[in-house]
Antibody, heavy 127, light 108 residues
Framework: EVQLVESGGGLVQPGRSLRLSCTAS????????MSWVRQAPGKGLEWVGFIRSKAYGGTTEYAASVKGRFTISRDDSKSIAYLQMNSLKTEDTAVYYC??????????????????WGKGTTVTVSS | DIQMTQSPSSLSASVGDRVTITCRAS??????LNWYQQKPGKAPKLLIYAASSLQSGVPSRFSGSGSGTDFTLTISSLQPEDFATYYCQQSYSTLSITFGQGTRLEIK
């Protein structure tokens, strides 16, 4: 069974750091890009960032709201993706979802999408 | 960033109704548009990718259409399990992915 399991959430004070983990199983982790999406209480979905597979350089992209504070990394040998969150703010309070980024070719074009989601882990930033 | 605007923000419908949700992009995104369904307390689920391709395992009553800036998600005959919040998401810009604000589908 294809599965993603997030861990590492909790209560943290503003300005502090937290690292989330996403453990994958049921598929060849290293073949896929991985993404993080968050959802503040009662709000919609917000993309946080993603990391490409090593075949595409393992590079990362981030939303403007977290750029410079959050870092995504991966350990393909362990099938784990990480989200390192520094200088946390109260507005970072959310459920954080890990997703697999799948894709399909149609002619010359490659379409990508988030086809597998974890159940999420809750991060609360409060003093 | 590409802005995604869904309409309506919420709607009420009955079992058996045909429902359409619209998503508009602030610039052309070709067919780089995905739809997700989210039920309360659960993770989102991919329904439609590349504007009109049905994800494996998703019932055929769900369909997507559109290209450029205007897209629709249609549920041909609402079932009780379809009451949820629906999000569109553009994947045209690999530098910045954006979601619509969501459409909450409620039972009338």
């Amino acid at each position: 069974e294809v599965q993603l399991v997030e861990s590492g959430g909790g209560l943290v004070q503003p300005g502090r750091s937290l690292r989330l983990s996403c453990t994958a199983s049921g598929f060849t982790f290293g073949d896929y890009a991985m993404s993080w999406v968050r959802q503040a209480p009662g709000k919609g979905l917000e993309w946080v960032g993603f990391i490409r597979s090593k075949a595409y350089g393992g590079t990362t992209e981030y939303a403007a709201s977290v750029k410079g504070r959050f870092t995504i990394s991966r350990d393909d040998s362990k099938s784990i993706a990480y989200l390192q969150m520094n200088s946390l703010k109260t507005e970072d309070t959310a459920v954080y979802y890990c997703t697999r980024v799948g894709g399909s070719w149609y002619g010359d074009y490659y379409y990508y999408y988030m086809d597998v989601w974890g159940k999420g882990t809750t991060v609360t930033v409060s003093s | 960033d590409i802005q995604m605007t869904q309409s309506p923000s919420s709607l009420s419908a009955s079992v058996g109704d045909r429902v359409t949700i619209t998503c508009r992009a602030s610039q052309s995104i070709s067919s780089y548009l995905n739809w997700y369904q989210q039920k309360p307390g659960k993770a989102p689920k991919l329904l439609i990718y590349a504007a009109s391709s049905l994800q494996s395992g998703v019932p055929s009553r769900f369909s997507g259409s559109g290209s450029g800036t205007d897209f629709t998600l249609t549920i041909s005959s609402l079932q009780p399990e379809d009451f949820a919040t629906y999000y569109c998401q553009q994947s045209y810009s690999t530098l910045s992915i954006t979601f619509g604000q969501g459409t909450r589908l409620e039972i009338k």
